[in-house]
């Protein structure tokens, strides 16, 4: 059975720093595409950062120069560092990856279950 496990939420000051990790458990044959996403308490999911299978990466406006995504695929990985956090970037975080589970099959999106972040001082 195919599991995310992510890991590396908290609380921080304004102006920290974390890096969220998230980790496939289970034999997959690849992953495609790599995201992380984001809901704010009352607000809606929303993707922050991808990375494709190629490592092109694309950034939501309200994150680009402050977060990185990367990939280690010899450890089917995705992580995103997080520097110069505000208060509004406090909001549940969610990896969701594209999982090709035999050779040959379509990409299969799976959700991890979300790790806290909470910027305040």
């Known amino acids: 059975q195919v599991q995310l496990v992510e890991s590396g939420g908290g609380l921080v000051q304004p102006g920290g720093s974390l890096r969220l990790s998230c980790a496939v458990s289970?034999?997959?044959?690849?992953?495609?595409?790599m995201a992380w996403y984001r809901q704010a308490p009352g607000r809606q999911r929303e993707v922050v950062a991808a990375v494709d299978s190629s490592g092109s990466t694309w950034y939501s406006d309200s994150v680009k120069g402050r977060f990185t995504i990367s990939r280690d695929d010899t450890k089917n990985t995705v992580f995103l560092q997080m520097t110069s956090l505000k208060p509004e970037d406090t909001a549940v975080y969610y990896c969701?990856?594209?999982?090709?589970?035999?050779?040959?099959?379509?990409?299969?999106?799976?959700w991890g279950k979300g790790t806290l972040v909470t910027v305040s001082s």
């Open positions: 969701h990856l594209q999982i090709r589970l035999q050779p040959g099959g379509g990409g299969m999106p799976f």
């Open positions: 289970g034999s997959i044959f690849s992953i495609n595409a």
